[in-house]
């Protein structure tokens, strides 16, 4: 296919329900994704994945949300894009195999089985007060994270 340019996804996991710090760096995070060009790829709820969408869509950037149930209206407000896979927690695959890289803010175990799924399949990750888990990044910030992650998916183009 030519003239048809893919968007390049980074995937942003963590807390389904966070505190204030992990909610305003999630949407940090996803707001200098898309200054960067990148969209965000989410589980399409709420905490960390509601945050980041908010900050990428508040920077222009595309947004999807990739649901555990049926129902698309269960997104959150700002996932332009909306997959309702039926998948419940398995859908965690797909939301880290659709971003080149990602980005884990807080979390609990399911933030670290898409941590896992990540690492098995050589994706960068970066960490925000997130599991410490060896060929995770550990970032003091958002920016740090952003940048990190930007920066491996240069080197590996």
């Not at 893919?6 to 710090?21: D, F, K, M």
């Not at 305003?24 to 509601?50: C, H, I, K």
Request: glycine fraction near 18%; include cysteine.
């Amino acid at each position: 296919m030519t003239g048809v340019e893919q968007a390049r996804l980074v995937s942003v996991i963590g807390a389904g329900q966070a505190g204030p710090e992990a909610l305003a760096q999630a949407q940090e995070v996803g707001r200098l994704l898309a200054a960067g060009g990148y969209g965000v790829v989410t589980g399409g709820l709420g905490g960390v994945m509601e945050a980041a969408a908010r900050g990428a869509a508040s920077a222009g950037g595309l947004t999807l949300g990739i649901l555990p149930g049926l129902d698309p209206q269960a997104a959150n407000p700002w996932c332009r894009v909306v997959i309702p896979s039926g998948l419940g927690q398995a859908r965690n695959v797909l939301v880290v195999l659709s971003g080149l890289g990602v980005v884990a803010v807080s979390g609990g175990a399911g933030t670290l089985s898409e941590i896992g799924h990540a690492l098995k399949v050589g994706k960068p990750v970066a960490g925000l007060s997130s599991w410490p888990v060896p060929g995770v990044f550990q970032a003091a910030g958002p920016e740090e994270a952003v940048e990190y992650i930007l920066k491996s998916l240069d080197t590996s183009a």
